[in-house]
């Protein structure tokens, strides 16, 4: 069976610093990925999206950065985090065939910037 | 615009009772339609989806939705709520906006159950 992984699960990092989230899928090959941020009482914002190793789509321009540098692992990085921010990553992945499958989706990182 | 809109961020229902949360949605095209549930820092289950054939689906922890295209709708029901059920839940459409590589998603419900 499939199965998501995302690390850590908490993070409390200062204002300036980098950010590296990481996602891995296993179980399923060439899976369409996905990254969310889920600010307080917010619903979800996607961020990015990957449909294979190096394609990256962007849907809101921010400092942050997605790359996919293996089939199955996504990751979210910024080079200096800013207040804004804050909030739950949640890192998801679909299969990439037909367009009816859901998506599913990991544990989330909270993270919080000081 | 294409878009999903959730009716009432939050619902309040005593144990036992009808849980009805609303959803409808947006479409020039045929959505597949899906419902989610987010306990407090959990990310999300899928609850269940509408995809193709049968308008009512059945989904786990007794829900159900029907999907009703005339009124481009699709309600998420429990007859009898549960303490358990406490929790946020996402309607969420893929087919508009972007085609199908993308969910979208509606603010959320926040559903509270009391004894």
């Known amino acids: 069976s499939q199965t998501i992984h995302q690390w850590p699960a908490t993070l409390v990092q200062p204002v300036g610093s980098p950010l590296s989230l990481e996602c891995t899928v296993e179980?399923?090959?060439?899976?369409?990925l996905y990254w969310y941020r889920q600010a307080a009482g917010r619903g979800l914002q996607l961020l990015f999206y990957?449909?294979?190793?190096?394609?990256i789509s962007s849907e809101v321009p921010q400092n942050l950065s997605a790359s996919r540098p293996q089939d199955r692992q996504f990751i979210l990085s910024s080079k200096k985090l800013l207040l804004s921010d804050s909030g739950f990553y949640l890192c998801?992945?679909?299969?990439?065939?037909?367009?009816?499958?859901?998506?599913?989706f990991g544990d989330g990182t909270r993270l919080s910037i000081l | 615009a294409q878009s999903v809109t959730q009716l009432g961020s939050h619902v309040s229902v005593s144990e036992g009772a009808l849980v009805l949360l609303r959803c409808n949605y947006s479409?020039?095209?045929?959505?597949?339609l899906f419902w989610y549930v987010q306990y407090p820092n959990q990310g999300l289950q899928l609850l269940l989806k509408?995809?193709?054939?049968?308008?009512l689906v059945k989904g786990i922890n007794g829900f159900e939705a029907e999907f009703k295209k005339s009124e481009t709708s699709f309600h998420l029901t429990k007859p009898s709520a549960h303490m358990s059920d406490a929790a946020e839940y996402f309607c969420?459409?893929?087919?508009?906006?972007?085609?199908?590589?993308?969910?979208?998603f509606g603010a959320g419900t926040r559903l509270a159950v009391h004894p």
């Open positions: 998801a992945w679909r299969s990439g065939g037909p367009p009816n499958q859901p998506q599913h």
């Open positions: 179980g399923t090959s060439n899976p369409n």
């Open positions: 990957s449909v294979g190793i190096g394609q």
């Open positions: 479409s020039s095209v045929p959505p597949y």
């Open positions: 509408y995809t193709t054939g049968a308008t």
């Open positions: 969420a459409v893929t087919g508009i906006s972007g085609g199908y590589n993308k969910l979208i």
